[in-house]
């Protein structure tokens, strides 16, 4: 996983995606994931574990009309604090070859609800390699000796978001969307759950299939990425203005709710007292 922190002091304000408005700015940060692991699943039983591209439609009659579903997870848990709230979240992936008698074709996101592996096979082309030992296969979740319930894979029928990828190479974006959002938002919260999405695309037509960059591609720059907009954690200090920031204004917020039971500067639910005071002096400055 390769984590990318872009900027600290973003600030989020009313109507740019969020529902409601608030009073005070919003600080937010934005980090970039590229996939903790991915494969791709081919319906004749292949797999795709440390090649360089993930596959997503269906071959034509040279790769015996083959089924192709990518897999991407992210450690989202690793790279964001327990309690920070998703904002906004986009995949963005890079198309490096496309069949030539291909067109528009919607590639969808869905999440997936079992765990699965990624070994060490090497696609060379469209049809894959023969699976090794912890790859994801169409039957498989972990090769040799554990299964989806499903083949093919377990997976929401919810889409997450759809994509319409074309013959231009280059990058393409799904998202932000609300269960994108909500997607990420599960995979902070439980990180036991985060097994990331299944790839999509047209499974009926023949020479459908796209190609994309993989996290294992020799080019950093064209590895997927997992672009996070994302409130952090509260800050109990901050109880005079929301600004992210605890200093004066909290202060004399402090000393005015002081006995106080139940205001936001009661940071321990006793009232408003000598202990709030010397934590909020503990934690001057710049919220963690």
Excluded at 76 to 86: M, N, R
Aim: glycine share 14%.
């Amino acid at each position: 996983m390769k984590e990318v922190r872009l900027s600290c002091t973003l600030r989020v304000v009313a109507g740019i995606g969020l529902a409601t408005a608030v009073s005070t700015p919003v600080l937010a940060d934005v980090v970039v994931l590229t996939p903790s692991r991915d494969n791709t699943m081919f319906s004749n039983g292949n797999s795709n574990g440390l090649g360089n591209a993930i596959f997503s439609g269906r071959t034509g009659g040279f790769g015996g009309f083959n089924i192709q579903r990518g897999l991407l997870a992210f450690s989202v848990a690793d790279s964001l604090g327990a309690g920070s709230t998703i904002i906004s979240a986009r995949l963005e992936m890079v198309l490096i070859q496309t069949s030539v008698k291909g067109g528009q074709e919607s590639h969808a996101l869905h999440r997936l609800s079992a765990d699965w592996g990624e070994g060490t096979s090497i696609a060379g082309g469209g049809t894959g390699a023969p699976p090794t030992a912890g790859d994801a296969t169409w039957t498989h979740t972990f090769y040799p000796d554990q299964f989806w319930l499903v083949s093919g894979g377990d997976f929401s029928t919810t889409i997450s978001a759809s994509q319409t990828v074309g013959t231009a190479l280059g990058s393409y974006t799904w998202g932000s969307t609300p269960q994108m959002v909500a997607d990420v938002q599960a995979w902070l919260d439980n990180p036991l759950s985060a097994f990331g999405w299944v790839l999509i695309g047209n499974e009926v037509d023949a020479n459908t299939a796209k190609k994309f960059a993989s996290r294992d591609a020799g080019d950093a720059a064209v590895h997927p990425m997992l672009v996070i907009e994302f409130a952090p954690p509260p800050c109990p200090w901050d109880c005079g203005d929301g600004d992210g920031i605890v200093g004066i204004v909290d202060f004399l917020a402090l000393l005015g709710e002081w006995g106080a039971i139940g205001t936001p500067c009661d940071l321990d639910g006793g009232g408003v007292g000598i202990t709030d005071f010397l934590e909020l002096l503990g934690n001057w400055g710049a919220c963690p």
